[in-house]
């Protein structure tokens, strides 16, 4: 089964913080998405990265920036964090090939709370 | 724009019923793929079925099976033999040629012993 990473798993941080939301994975897939998404709620797609020095933003306007300068790694962060930002942030990440029935890895999920 | 809508927001079944979830989408590509994930109380996403929009046939997965019509573009998530393990958050989703993956709002679940 793949391997995708998230750390850490709850954060809470103050008002102000910048704060990185880490995202790995060892499967070497280009396809990486980051999901916000509130309790009980649908998942919002905010970035998405097709491979090396690719980012693509989302269709939730989202104050959070990404990079993706390796392979395995999709980092998100957010420079000054609010309370608005409080949510639960899912990376996931998806073979390569170009065949439109690539599933989504999904990972465990950060919880971030800004108080 | 593409969009996925689930109208129902809470489901009640009586254990070992069999189950419809509704998903219909909007996309103008004719290319696509749709995907059902569940998402228990733990908070993990687990795939649990996909259909292309190419396929003929209605895709199954051990006690899922996928209800696809396209003309209606609708994908319905059919669950036989309901368990109380079933209890938790269905997603429908859509992938399309630009490689976003989108989600509907989803429909929770719950199984009555």
């Known amino acids: 089964e793949a391997d995708i990473y998230q750390t850490p798993r709850y954060l809470v941080i103050g008002t102000g913080k910048k704060i990185t939301l880490e995202c790995s994975q060892t499967m070497g897939h280009d396809k990486m998405y980051w999901y916000q998404q509130d309790p009980g709620m649908e998942l919002h797609l905010i970035h998405y990265?097709?491979?090396?020095?690719?980012?693509e933003k989302g269709d939730l306007s989202s104050e959070s920036t990404v990079s993706r300068i390796r392979t395995e790694h999709f980092p998100l962060t957010l420079e000054s964090a609010r309370p608005s930002h409080t949510s639960q942030y899912l990376c996931?990440?998806?073979?390569?090939?170009?065949?439109?029935?690539?599933?989504?890895?999904f990972g465990s999920g950060t919880q971030l709370s800004v108080l | 724009a593409q969009k996925i809508t689930q109208t129902q927001p809470g489901m009640f079944v009586q254990e070992k019923e069999a189950v419809t979830l509704d998903c219909t989408y909007d996309t103008s590509d004719p290319s696509y793929g749709l995907f059902w994930y569940k998402q228990p109380s733990s908070g993990e996403m687990i795939f649990l079925i996909y259909?292309?929009?190419?396929?003929?046939q209605n895709a199954t997965e051990g006690r899922y099976s996928l209800n696809f019509q396209k003309a209606r573009k609708s994908a319905n998530l059919v669950i036989s033999a309901s368990q109380l393990g079933d209890s938790a958050m269905y997603f429908c989703a859509m992938r399309d040629l630009d490689d976003k993956i989108i989600f509907g709002k989803g429909t929770r679940l719950h199984i009555l012993p």
């Open positions: 990265s097709y491979g090396v020095n690719s980012t």
């Open positions: 259909q292309g929009s190419y396929d003929q």
């Open positions: 996931a990440s998806s073979e390569t090939g170009g065949r439109i029935n690539e599933k989504l890895f």
